[in-house]
């Protein structure tokens, strides 16, 4: 069975097969030109209608008036649009969102406005009373059953200011930690990924227009760690494939890179599958079953957020990690080397190679088809590797693999 896999190439399979096994059967660093265009492109998008088209911010962040009464034992007809209706009857214009918050006896509706004056506020007030009859805490029909606040536009305008403060801290603590676990190439490229989750996600909301609440700041910072998570994984096992590469010639940095990735792209799927499960139960059950909004908000940044994490860390992290590892002149000529040594190969076995391993079968597997390719390239017809290391049997020339009949 070896030697098939030896002769045949990389284990065949379907998709799921091949990403079990995990032996780099998908080539995600050799196509990162590809991943970049389509990164880039869509960040263009996102940055346009974040520039072109704003954010529909909540009123926690424009300011205004908050107005609330209970919604058991009111009339049938109080719907969102009926309830919007007799607001904008009262003072004039719409309000911002009428919504169902709460579920059973303590479930309650909830009206954003503009800011109101005070006898705009008595006028709302009045006029939903005498439509819809809330009852207060005895049962009856009760006008103090209707509560209005009103919200501050700095208040919003200080929760802003606290999360970019918190989103400065996180990034630089962030790089110091990868620069000093990883190295400074390694922090780099993370960086970069999580101000591409940031900006796909702010994005998101800007194009489809979601309310952006302070539930979403809140999880549009859960997010990042969760990103991070999922990068370090990947970089963790690109560090151990590394190790004393530079005194190699089997794989470049960018081949033991891609390996790295198709080893932890099973566990990276998995992770976010299980991540995104229980954000689907929230925004379901959540906004569906018990109607409140404010967890629309927090589930929908989340949704979007690990979804960008998970393709970032896999098509754009490491990819950056490659390109800006091979700026080192030694990983350059390391390549250089690699390239060498399969020229070598490509017309017969190289005596002089210190580090053939003819057991490691589906890592010599993946250097057989390269040396086919350069073979065919050249025009040189192609040979299997012979073993003529002394104290081996057929040492005049054993052939490692078995050929197809």
């Given amino acids: 069975m070896a030697q098939a896999r030896v002769e045949s190439g990389a284990p065949r399979g379907n998709v799921f097969a091949r990403l079990y096994t995990g032996t780099g059967a998908f080539d995600i660093v050799g196509r990162r030109k590809r991943w970049y265009q389509i990164f880039g492109m869509f960040l263009l998008i996102c940055i346009a209608s974040m520039v072109f088209k704003g954010f529909n911010l909540s009123i926690d962040f424009e300011g205004g008036s ?14 969102n649009e009926r309830i919007g209706e007799v607001v904008a009857q009262a003072v004039g214009r719409e309000p911002a969102s009428v919504q169902r918050v709460g579920t059973g006896a303590a479930e309650a509706v909830l009206v954003r406005t503009e800011t109101l004056t005070a006898q705009q506020a008595v006028q709302v007030k009045q006029a939903l009373f005498d439509a819809f009859q809330p009852r207060g805490q005895n049962g009856q029909p009760s006008i103090s059953a209707i509560s209005d606040d009103a919200v501050s536009s700095s208040w919003g305008g200080e929760i802003t200011t606290q999360a970019l403060i918190a989103l400065a801290v996180f990034m630089v603590l962030v790089s110091v930690f990868l620069a000093f676990y990883f190295e400074r190439d390694m922090a780099i490229a993370a960086v970069v990924a999580l101000a591409h989750d940031l900006i796909v996600t702010a994005g998101v909301y800007s194009m489809v227009g979601f309310e952006v609440s302070p539930s979403t700041v809140i999880g549009l910072l859960t997010i990042l760690g969760f990103s991070l998570y999922d990068t370090v994984v990947v970089f963790d096992k690109v560090k151990e494939n590394g190790r004393g590469l530079l ?14 990735l198709n080893q932890t792209l099973m566990r990276s799927i998995n992770t976010s599958l299980i991540a995104v499960l229980p954000v689907l139960g929230l925004l379901v059950v959540g906004v569906g079953v018990l109607g409140v909004g404010t967890l629309a908000d927090l589930a929908l940044v989340q949704m979007v957020g690990i979804l960008a994490g998970a393709l970032s860390s896999i098509f754009l992290a490491t990819p950056i990690l490659v390109d800006l590892k091979m700026r080192d002149k030694r990983y350059r000529q390391q390549a250089a080397k690699v390239a060498q040594r399969r020229a070598k190969m490509a ?34 017809p192609h040979r299997a590797p012979v073993d003529r290391r002394p104290g081996r049997p057929g040492m005049g020339g054993r052939p490692t693999g078995k050929r197809r009949r």
């Fill in 247 to 260: 005194g190699l010639t089997r794989r470049t940095y960018g081949e033991s890179a891609n390996l790295a």
């Fill in 66 to 79: 908050r107005i609330q009464f209970p919604a058991v034992g009111i009339s049938a007809d109080a719907t």
């Fill in 347 to 380: 017309g017969g076995f190289d005596p002089d190679a210190e580090d053939v391993d003819l057991t490691d079968d589906d890592a010599l597997s993946g250097e057989l088809r390269r040396e086919r390719a350069l073979a065919a390239a050249a025009g040189i």
